[in-house]
């Protein structure tokens, strides 16, 4: 019986099998393809290098990524504190916002930035004069994109909040432990796995960010993505668009093996979600 159970559960596995083999194998062995086609093997690994224009992009994306990441970490660290430590009511509306992060469409979110930003946005009545100077610039990517990933930063740490052991924080006050000792001594290394977890997630995330640069970064300031996205579209450039593509897709999944293995990141995100 319990080998009948087994085999038939088998069958279970087939539509993920076949969601992955179509949307993810699938078009990665096409891309292959078409770089190998293009400019063979070797050619497809060192063409990338030998663009400016992507090298430029690259950095620029690097740069622009740990920006990002640095500034999610901060303001959500302390987005999370503040969820621990808000009365019921407070910490229910504190998550609404958070979750509408979730539930908004991203192109949504990406225009209403648009709308703040640019000239004579909402930022220009504020503030008046130009708003800053932000639109189409890669500091104004900034704000927008931290919007965005906050929550793949606030969950993780607010995991580890909800684990802290409420005697540990009593007992540091009852030795004399100030609230900034408390913080320094018992949170803030409670929460360093949720905040390496969440910090490693939105850098890999920022990598290969699409959508927003496409809207509120300017023609001078273009990211990774962006120039692979002219390569397959306005130039038809499919080997080249392919050989960036596939250097993205290994950098990005070498960082995030890398950090799953020394900090445990997939072990960090199923803590998060088991205590959800």
């Not at 050619?43 to 740990?66: H, K, N, Q, Y």
């Not at 004069?129 to 930063?153: E, K």
């Not at 969950?155 to 409420?166: E, I, N, Q, T």
């Not at 273009?222 to 996205?229: A, D, F, K, L, T």
């Amino acid at each position: 019986m319990g080998r009948q159970v087994s085999e038939g559960g088998r069958w279970l596995l087939l539509p993920p099998l076949a969601l992955l083999l179509i949307g993810l194998i699938g078009p990665l062995v096409a891309v292959l393809a078409a770089g190998i086609a293009a400019d063979g093997p070797v050619g497809m690994l060192t063409e990338p290098f030998s663009s400016e224009l992507f090298l430029d992009a690259a950095v620029r994306t690097l740069w622009l990524s740990l920006l990002v990441s640095v500034f999610t970490v901060v303001i959500g660290t302390v987005y999370a504190v503040a969820l621990a430590a808000a009365p019921r009511w407070l910490a229910g509306v504190l998550f609404g916002v958070l979750f509408l992060t979730f539930w908004v469409s991203l192109l949504v979110r990406t225009f209403g930035w648009v709308l703040t930003l640019q000239p004579a946005g909402a930022l220009d009545v504020v503030v008046g004069g130009d708003g800053l100077g932000l639109y189409q610039t890669t500091p104004g990517l900034v704000p927008a994109m931290v919007h965005i990933m906050l929550p793949y930063l606030v969950l993780p740490v607010y995991a580890d909040l909800r684990a802290l052991d409420a005697t540990q924080l009593r007992a540091a006050r009852s030795l004399g432990g100030g609230e900034w000792l408390t913080l320094r001594s018992v949170v803030l290394p409670a929460i360093r796995p949720g905040v390496l977890a969440g910090a490693v997630i939105v850098f890999v995330l920022s990598l290969g960010f699409y959508v927003t640069p496409a809207f509120l970064g300017g023609p001078g300031g273009q990211v990774v993505s962006i120039v692979i996205g002219a390569q397959f579209g306005r130039l038809q450039n499919l080997g080249g668009a392919a050989a960036m593509g596939v250097l993205l897709l290994v950098a990005t999944l070498g960082l995030y093996l890398l950090a799953d293995r020394f900090l445990g990141i997939g072990r960090a995100w199923s803590a998060a979600v088991e205590r959800e």
